[in-house]
Nanobody, 114 residues
Framework: QVQLVESGGGLVQPGGPLKLSCAASGFTFGSYSMGWYRQAPGKKRELVAHINSNGNIINYADSVKGRFTISRDNSKNTVYLQMNSLKPDDTAVYYC???????WGQGTQVTVSS
């Protein structure tokens, strides 16, 4: 069955970096677009970054452009989210998603606070 397992979340100070990973299994990873979403308390889940199957089409939410970088390693069935210059507004649970599907990871908490 499809499994998506996020890791790498934690507590970070404003301005700091953090890198999330999402390990995928149960499907042909290299054939699917992937996305990172986030959901802050009391807010709707929002798409943060999208990457297509071979990594040559990438899109970001305006709020993270220039600070976040999505990438993937199809040999490792893993998608990454490098987050730099983190702000308190980036605090949320971050989820990995196989795009255009209902397959989600369990989420990983990112808290940006001093």
């Amino acid at each position: 069955q499809v499994q998506l397992v996020e890791s790498g979340g934690g507590l970070v100070q404003p301005g700091g970096p953090l890198k999330l990973s999402c390990a995928a299994s149960g499907f042909t990873f290299g054939s699917y677009s992937m996305g990172w979403y986030r959901q802050a308390p009391g807010k709707k889940r929002e798409l943060v970054a999208h990457i297509n199957s071979n990594g040559n089409i990438i899109n970001y939410a305006d709020s993270v452009k220039g600070r976040f970088t999505i990438s993937r390693d199809n040999s490792k069935n893993t998608v990454y989210l490098q987050m730099n210059s983190l702000k308190p507004d980036d605090t949320a649970v971050y989820y990995c998603n196989r795009r255009y599907s209902d397959y989600w990871g369990q989420g990983t908490q990112v808290t940006v606070s001093s």
